[in-house]
């Protein structure tokens, strides 16, 4: 199959939904499905199983693919804001402390929302701009959180074709990218912070379509 006739899948990160998509798909002109993890309402996570797909995952959502979505033999992966592995461990001193992790998990008990709330803020969001995404559903949000903390697909970073960083993310620091990939691999934008398919949609469109030429190009 040509790649720039693949189907798109676009697959959020942790404590968002696939709204966030939104102003992406408005300029990628192609047809694109947006799985949906579940942390606002019933999770829709079923994929095409009859042809490759071209995957893109934002932050967790790239997680989610190595590890735990089952995609057909062929298809390809992208990153936006993304890692191989979120928590500190040994051989990945990068990693965010484990600690900050279980402290969500036991705020989401008490307040979900506040939790919520916090890590947009976190991600550079500011509060007028707030995202509202639908009534938390905790154990999905928990789960979530449970992926940062133990999930590790270092080994499965070649399946990675490339990754859309910015070097003002908070959330997933340079330090965190490069230690996930391969310097080759990774577009770095110096600006838009970890909520690149919000800040920048046109840069995420663009590394979309541009990986869909290359590969096509490449025949691969």
Known sequence: MRHDLMQIVLVHGWGFAPTMWKPVLELLGRSTL???????????????????LLAVG??????WLLTSACLPEGSILLGINGFTRFSRADGFPAGVMPRVLERMMSGLGRDAALVLHQFQQNCGLPAETRLSCGVPESPRLMDGLRLLRDGDARTQSSRVHSVLASR??????PAMTDASFPSERIQWVETGGHLLPLTHPDRCAAFILE???ELSADGR
């Open 168 to 173: 003002d993310d908070t959330i997933v620091g």
């Open 211 to 213: 990986a869909c030429e």
């Open 58 to 63: 934002h932050s967790l959502g790239l997680l």
């Open 34 to 52: 947006t799985p949906d993890l579940g942390f606002f309402g019933p999770a829709e996570t079923a994929l095409p199983s009859d042809q490759p």
